[in-house]
């Protein structure tokens, strides 16, 4: 069977109300009922941890990853650079393959209720995340102004400003079905050809 793997922080997960939920896996299983989706997200990952478990998930052989790090990363506790993070985010796709990744910038986080997570940070990790996209030409999906911009923001993320409600996952649903439709779609192509 054909495979649709979510690797990532809680985001990914889908952690809601302090425990994990499927509610992203199970989304994308309902939009394409064809393909076995895992999800291979892991509660407070940083790219530093999803180095150790790429491997595990390249062996899936997936025909897409849809790949969701930064939330943690950008945290100023146990900080990682910027720098680290794109050669981590690099290393991962190339080891996935660009082909097959959808690479989603780190979501927007409320930083006045987590300081931890500033602004600058959330920004400047969205630009590395876009850099690595154009570089290694993998389709991009930029989370962070998706939600920034949204006019209902403060209902995209629970309480604690970091984890996605409802609406929140409904707009990154949204944002990842049209562009799994197309590189599927794209995949399709290449072996009719």
Partial sequence: ??????????????FRDGKASDTLAKRIRKDF???????????????????????RVARL?????????GANDISTDDEIKPGKFAANLTSIIETLGTQRVILLSPPYIDWIKDPTRPWTRQLQFELVTEHISKQLDVS???????MANCANLKELLQK???????????????????????MLARKSELVSN
Avoid at 1 to 14: A, H
């Fill in 61 to 69: 052989n997936p025909e897409i990853v849809i790949l969701g790090f």
């Fill in 1 to 14: 069977m054909k495979r649709i793997v979510l690797f990532g922080d809680s985001t990914m997960m889908g």
């Fill in 160 to 182: 604690d400003g970091l984890h996605f409600t409802k609406q929140g996952y409904n707009l990154l649903e949204d944002e990842l079905i049209p562009e799994i439709k197309a």
């Fill in 140 to 146: 991009y999906i930029d989370l962070l102004h998706d």
């Fill in 33 to 55: 009922p064809g393909y076995e989706v895992i999800n291979m997200s892991i509660s407070d990952y940083k790219t530093n941890n999803a180095m150790t478990r790429v491997d």
